[in-house]
């Protein structure tokens, strides 16, 4: 079956770095990643999708990319701020169909000012 | 526009005992979803729909039951509470598109004691 990991330790990093946050996945070759927000108590909100066809993509300060010879996928937020302090889920297209997604466990990310 | 709505927030339920956790969304999508968070894990999908009158199960979909009677709500209900469904539960929406986000509720917390 699919498994999609990701780092379980929570990141620290300083103000004004760039996060690397990674996403593995085995046994599966999925169309389109995306990767979400989750803050305490509240519900994940999407930030960017990127398809297999892509090597890149970016939004604003936020970067993603998808090698699928790796079977991974890096998300970089550049000049971090302490606002982006929260967990990151990596979410993969599920080979059942039917656009349902298999999510990662998250990892969290703390950025200290 | 309110997005996806869950009630209640909290809930302590004893084991044994029913209820339908409610979910509505006003953006008029057509696929619905019902995940389970427990902690430090991923989100598990229990149950979705791609359009009214058509459900189908996830990973998780034991001691849980669905309907999906119009476009708009997608109800959980728990018929013998049991403390292992003890989790937060999130209800997400999606266009029909495979690509697209999904768009997540705030989460009901439910605890069986």
């Known amino acids: 079956s699919q498994k999609i990991e990701q780092n379980s330790e929570a990141l620290n990093i300083q103000e004004g770095k760039t996060a690397t946050l990674t996403c593995n996945y085995t046994?599966?070759?999925?169309?389109?990643l995306q990767w979400y927000r989750q803050d305490p108590g509240r519900g994940p909100v999407f930030l960017l999708l990127i398809r297999e066809n892509e090597k890149e993509k970016r939004k604003e300060r936020l970067k993603v990319t998808f090698d699928t010879t790796l079977k991974q996928s890096l998300f970089h937020i550049t000049a971090s701020q302490p606002a982006d302090s929260a967990t990151y889920l990596c979410a993969l297209e599920a080979n059942s169909g039917y656009s349902t997604l298999t999510f990662g466990k998250g990892t969290m990310l703390l950025v200290s000012p | 526009n309110a997005g996806v709505t869950q009630t209640p927030k909290f809930r302590i339920l004893k084991i044994g005992q029913s209820m339908t956790l409610q979910c509505t969304q006003d953006?008029?999508?057509?696929?619905m979803y019902w995940y389970r968070q427990d902690p430090g894990m991923g989100l598990k999908l229990i149950y979705y729909?791609?359009?009214?009158?058509?459900?189908d199960k996830g990973e998780v979909p034991n001691g849980y039951n669905v309907s999906r009677s119009t476009t708009e709500d997608f109800p959980l209900r728990l018929e013998l509470a049991a403390p292992s469904q003890t989790s937060v539960y999130f209800c997400?929406?999606?266009?029909?598109?495979?690509?697209?986000?999904?768009?997540f509720g705030p989460g009901t917390r439910l605890t069986v004691l």
């Open positions: 997400a929406s999606s266009s029909s598109s495979s690509y697209n986000e999904q768009f």
């Open positions: 046994n599966y070759s999925p169309a389109y």
């Open positions: 729909s791609v359009g009214a009158g058509i459900t």
């Open positions: 953006m008029n999508h057509n696929y």
